[in-house]
């Protein structure tokens, strides 16, 4: 199962963050996909560092060794975000994103979660 984290207080979200299935093929089991989101109102007040920090542990519990955060770029806040709570930029894809009307750069980073050896 993959966690999904919201925050909130009552009725207003202030943001949420969930792993994902990296890729498909049994290879990758024990890499995950992260996404956060913390809403225009609540950015700047930790909200997305607590999202990050618990979902991290989280994987680490469940014996995941690979967490992988593609970003659009540009994105300095999500960059600082990811970077703040251990992940390393690993690359960058041109031009492979596309919404709203345009096309975008995506960067890749990892956070490697602590497994030893090769289970």
């Known amino acids: ?10 009725d207003e979200i ?11 093929r049994a290879a990758y ?3 995950r996909e992260t996404t956060v989101y913390v809403s225009p109102r609540h950015q700047g007040r930790g909200v997305g560092r ?5 979902l991290v542990g989280r994987l ?6 690979v967490a992988i955060a593609g970003i659009t770029l540009p994105n300095d806040p999500s ?3 990811h970077e703040r709570v251990g992940f390393r930029h690993v690359g960058t894809f041109h031009r492979v994103g596309h919404k709203f009307g345009h096309w975008y750069d ?6 490697q ?3 030893d050896g090769d289970e």
Do not use: C, N
Not at 1 to 10: E, G, I, K, M, N
Not at 50 to 54: D, G, K, N, P, Q
Not at 106 to 111: H, I
């Open 50 to 54: 607590a999202l990050m920090t618990e």
């Open 1 to 10: 199962t993959a966690p999904w984290l919201v925050f909130h207080d009552h």
């Open 113 to 115: 979660l602590g497994t």
């Open 29 to 31: 089991d024990a890499t």
């Open 60 to 65: 680490r519990s469940e014996g995941i060794a």
């Open 106 to 111: 995506v960067g890749f980073w990892e956070l």
């Open 14 to 24: 202030f943001g949420y963050a969930y792993a994902t299935e990296f890729r498909a």
């Open 79 to 81: 960059v600082a975000l």
